[in-house]
């Protein structure tokens, strides 16, 4: 039998609370998205690019965000001593390269788990909480508040790239 990614009920994103919470909301809703546009397909197709000249595909997306996850939330925030989950100094985007040869279902499992353990990292600090970021031979002081909204900007040009992958697959568009 052949594997497809399974359907998913998307979270709605919240209307009216407090800062926590719509920042969490919109993170999960966006979360969501990645995976809604990926509902339905088989391997193969999720292994498709938009366009012969990329290798920007619906799994690579999958599996970029799981890295950005674990990277933002774990590695950086939390201090987590965590591997890589690629092989990132023989090529940089191991992610999307490598994609002929994945176990997709392995893939999203490690998405839905990255995920859950972002949450847990994350889980009674507050926002204002700092990390020191250390950047082309600088430090700066970065708060989880501005880790939450990055995410948030990142997953949503992801998913608008998501959206036209999948259009060029099978027609699908929309939300």
């Not at 609370?17 to 719509?22: G, K, N, S, V």
Request: hydrophobic share 40%; aromatic share 10%; charged share 30%.
């Amino acid at each position: 039998m052949t594997w497809t990614a399974p359907a998913i009920d998307r979270r709605s994103e919240p209307y009216r609370a407090d800062e926590r919470t719509m920042l969490e909301g919109w993170l999960n809703y966006h979360r969501d998205t990645l995976l809604l546009k990926c509902a339905g397909l088989t391997g193969q197709q999720l292994r498709t690019a938009s366009v012969s000249s990329s290798t920007l595909t619906l799994l690579g997306l999958v599996r970029h965000m799981t890295v950005v996850e674990r990277s933002w939330f774990r590695q950086c925030f939390a201090g987590e001593d965590l591997p890589e989950l690629y092989d990132f100094d023989a090529d940089p985007d191991a992610e999307f390269n490598t994609v002929d040869t994945a176990d997709v279902e392995a893939d999203f499992a490690a998405f839905r788990a990255e995920t859950m353990a972002a949450d847990a990292a994350t889980a009674g600090h507050d926002l204002d909480e700092v990390f020191t970021l250390r950047r082309a031979e600088k430090n700066h002081e970065v708060s989880l508040r501005w880790v939450y909204l990055h995410m948030i900007e990142e997953y949503a040009r992801h998913n608008g790239h998501a959206d036209l992958i999948r259009e060029a697959i099978d027609g699908v568009t929309g939300e």
